[in-house]
């Protein structure tokens, strides 16, 4: 079966550029998740979406990042006249919505990345 | 505020030797979840491992055991008889056991430690 998809895998953009990063989570999950991954750190918490949602945005570091989810499946990430602070790993994950018990029970499963690099 | 400390940046071991990845966390909540994932070079973060807050009975898969102790706010991974293909970055992870009704709860990670195995 088909896990999450990023896309594209890898981007490099000049300092200025804007850039969106695709993420397909698995099919009928209702809870997706984006966070950054710097090099040598862990993942950070970047916003959460149930359905086309967006029930959180406190991870988001600057009003230059946006992401949209307008159909409840698909969503992008775009990062608005880059900088290279913002070179890093982009993760997004998916999961179940919880339908008894306590949310931090859900499992969330990763996509491979985007590694963006910006100049 | 949630805190998942990796203190070992790099373990390099010779194939077939044990390992021991320490992992320490700091929670205000009662009721959590602690997380291991791996990370290997192609990228995509694998779960291995989900463990709440009210079990802290140890876990043995295959080669794979965890020490969860919460009196010392520990949940230590261990590789017996490590291979080559156990190279790779590992992390610790903290979710909040939220109510159902928010729906959701996001990964607090640690930096990451990173495997290396040698044949």
């Known amino acids: 079966g088909a896990g999450v998809s990023q896309s594209p895998r890898y981007k490099v953009a000049k300092r200025g550029q804007d850039v969106a990063l695709r993420c397909d989570p698995i099919?009928?999950?209702?809870?997706l998740f984006w966070y950054q991954q710097a090099l040598g750190q862990g993942p950070e918490f970047l916003t959460y979406f149930q359905n086309e949602a967006q029930l959180d945005k406190s991870g988001l570091p600057s009003d230059r990042f946006f992401a949209e989810r307008p159909e409840g499946s698909v969503s992008t990430l775009k990062i608005q006249r880059t900088q290279q602070e913002d070179s890093a790993v982009y993760l997004c994950?998916?999961?179940?919505?919880?339908?008894?018990?306590?949310?931090?029970?859900?499992?969330?499963?990763f996509g491979p990345g985007t590694r963006l690099t910006v100049l | 505020a949630q805190k998942v400390t990796q203190a070992q940046t790099e373990i390099s071991v010779v194939e077939k030797e044990d390992v021991t990845l320490d992992c320490v966390y700091e929670?205000?909540?009662?009721?959590?979840?602690l997380f291991w994932y791996k990370q290997p070079p192609s990228g995509e973060l694998v779960f291995l491992i989900r463990?709440?807050?009210?079990?802290?009975q140890n876990e043995i898969s295959g080669r794979y055991s965890w020490n969860f102790q919460k009196s010392t706010s520990s949940f230590n991974f261990t590789i017996t008889a490590s291979q080559v293909v156990d190279s790779a970055v590992y992390f610790c992870a903290l979710s909040e056991a939220r109510l159902v009704n928010s729906g959701y709860s996001t990964l607090t990670f640690g930096k990451g430690t990173m495997l290396l195995v040698s044949p």
């Open positions: 463990r709440n807050s009210f079990d802290e």
């Open positions: 994950a998916s999961s179940q919505v919880p339908g008894q018990g306590l949310a931090g029970y859900n499992e969330q499963f």
């Open positions: 099919s009928g999950h209702v809870s």
């Open positions: 929670t205000r909540d009662t009721t959590y979840y």
